[in-house]
């Protein structure tokens, strides 16, 4: 379902511009390159020229668009001025840069964790009698 424009197109250009300085195209195209890994893991058949056009037909514009009505739903114009301060701002910036590896190292460490609550209670449920595992 498409969404419909906002009536502010002041506001539709800010948050363009907000989802460009905080990463968010790139985001989106990274998820998409790593997708497309995976499929051409499953599918060794087709062709690398399908993959390089098929590729070449993705816009990360289309994904911001996409985004502006769910911004305008919760962001004030003002909001959205004040978060394109704080990207611009060298913290803002940092934050852009650091995000995927904290990202993908968060992730791990959920993981670990998740693991670990696992077997903490496997070995709960064993103690008590209620698993045979």
Known sequence: AQQQPIADTAKHQHILKLLRVSGTSELGIQVMDQLMVTFEEI?????TEFWADFRNEVKAEDLL?????IYD??????DIRELIKFYESPVGKKMVETMPLLLQESMQAGQEW??????KMLQKLKEKGYSKM
């Open 43 to 47: 599918l060794p058949d087709v062709p």
């Open 65 to 69: 668009e996409i985004m502006v009505p």
């Open 73 to 78: 739903k919760y962001y004030t114009h003002d």
């Open 114 to 119: 998740g693991r670990a609550l696992s077997e």
